[in-house]
């Protein structure tokens, strides 16, 4: 995802210092862009380096270790007047604890998690969801713009874009899931599943993710390569969850059990794989 990110603001001719935890990233950036980039030898390097800072980490654990590494992390390159933008999806607590820090630094800080996969993240078409200082939301909204389709400001209250990006991921869970198990029943009906989805697409159910996704699920031998991983949905399904019991919500009942399945699917060795295999748990699991 950040190395999409960051190749979209580098084709706009912007100059880049850049990080990666995996050091090809940057050196496969630098040769796409000779000239425009330069690979620091830290996440604080970057932050020193420059005025504005994007973070895109995969889970709260990896955010942790690159934020708070003494010496070398993010929070140890903040100074007065530093923005930190933090794009990953977290929990609440995390992004708000890490707002803190920057402040007391003496910096602004961002939550901006993003919907959106690898292929929006390299083709500048991100939604984001933004919260915390407002005068760093106006200076780092032109890059906003470069990378993304729309961008949604939700106020000064970090933690709430966190919020919203748990109810957009779980929504997608639970399709994903729904999707799943509507090829299985046609296929158990004696259906042809491509038809069910070529139906699918010409109606009320006609998105990305039926698009995208359907046909690929509706093979007889799935395609499940990796946009989304289904390890980091399942996260997501899971934080939603916790953030729904924790705030009272009625039911959590569909997420539940989509959050069941993608267990299961994990199980079954497709954690790494994209999202769309929690299909191979609904159909083990009514077969």
Same mark, same amino acid.
């Given at each position: 995802?950040?190395?999409?990110?960051?190749?979209?603001?580098?084709?706009?001719?912007?100059?880049?210092?850049?990080?990666?935890?995996?050091?090809?990233?940057?050196?496969?950036?630098?040769?796409?862009?000779?000239?425009?980039?330069?690979? @620091? #030898?830290?996440? +604080?390097?970057?932050? /020193?380096?420059?005025?504005?800072?994007? *973070?895109?980490?995969?889970? $709260? !654990? %990896?955010?942790?270790?690159?934020?708070?590494?003494?010496?070398?992390?993010?929070?140890?390159?903040?100074?007065?007047?530093?923005?930190?933008?933090?794009?990953?999806?977290?929990?609440?607590?995390?992004?708000?604890?890490?707002? @803190? #820090?920057?402040? +007391?630094?003496?910096? /602004?800080?961002?939550?901006?998690?993003? *919907?959106?996969?690898?292929? $929006? !993240? %390299?083709?500048?078409?991100?939604?984001?969801?933004?919260?915390?200082?407002?005068?760093?939301?106006?200076?780092?909204?032109?890059?906003?713009?470069?990378?993304?389709?729309?961008?949604?400001?939700?106020?000064?209250?970090?933690? @709430? #874009?966190?919020?919203?990006?748990?109810?957009?991921?779980?929504?997608?869970?639970?399709?994903?899931?729904?999707?799943?198990?509507?090829?299985?029943?046609?296929?158990?009906?004696?259906?042809?599943?491509?038809?069910?989805?070529?139906?699918?697409?010409?109606?009320?159910?006609?998105?990305?993710?039926?698009?995208?996704?359907?046909?690929?699920?509706?093979?007889?031998?799935?395609?499940?390569?990796?946009?989304?991983?289904?390890?980091?949905?399942?996260?997501?399904?899971?934080?939603?969850?916790?953030?729904?019991?924790?705030?009272?919500?009625?039911?959590?009942?569909?997420?539940?059990?989509?959050?069941?399945?993608?267990?299961?699917?994990?199980?079954?060795?497709?954690?790494?794989?994209?999202?769309?295999?929690?299909?191979?748990?609904?159909?083990?699991?009514?077969?």
């Amino acid at each position: 995802m950040g190395a999409g990110m960051a190749g979209v603001l580098a084709k706009t001719g912007r100059n880049l210092v850049v990080w990666n935890r995996s050091p090809e990233k940057s050196d496969a950036l630098s040769a796409e862009f000779p000239g425009q980039i330069t690979i @620091a #030898a830290s996440a +604080a390097d970057v932050v /020193k380096a420059c005025g504005l800072t994007f *973070s895109m980490l995969s889970t $709260p !654990a %990896a955010a942790a270790a690159v934020f708070d590494a003494p010496e070398v992390g993010t929070l140890a390159g903040v100074s007065a007047g530093k923005i930190v933008v933090d794009c990953a999806t977290l929990q609440e607590e995390d992004m708000q604890r890490m707002g @803190a #820090a920057v402040t +007391a630094a003496g910096g /602004k800080f961002l939550e901006a998690p993003v *919907s959106g996969t690898k292929g $929006p !993240a %390299a083709t500048g078409t991100l939604i984001f969801m933004v919260t915390g200082d407002e005068s760093a939301f106006t200076e780092a909204t032109p890059e906003f713009e470069a990378m993304g389709k729309a961008t949604h400001y939700l106020g000064a209250d970090v933690g @709430a #874009a966190t919020r919203m990006k748990l109810c957009v991921n779980m929504v997608m869970g639970v399709f994903m899931a729904g999707l799943g198990e509507g090829i299985h029943l046609a296929e158990k009906l004696d259906l042809e599943k491509a038809k069910l989805v070529e139906i699918l697409t010409q109606g009320a159910m006609g998105c990305v993710l039926v698009n995208v996704k359907g046909p690929k699920c509706a093979l007889e031998e799935r395609n499940h390569a990796p946009n989304f991983p289904l390890k980091h949905a399942q996260k997501d399904v899971s934080f939603a969850i916790a953030a729904g019991q924790a705030a009272g919500a009625n039911t959590m009942a569909t997420a539940e059990a989509t959050n069941k399945e993608m267990l299961k699917a994990m199980e079954m060795g497709f954690g790494d794989q994209d999202f769309s295999s929690v299909i191979e748990a609904v159909m083990d699991s009514q077969s």
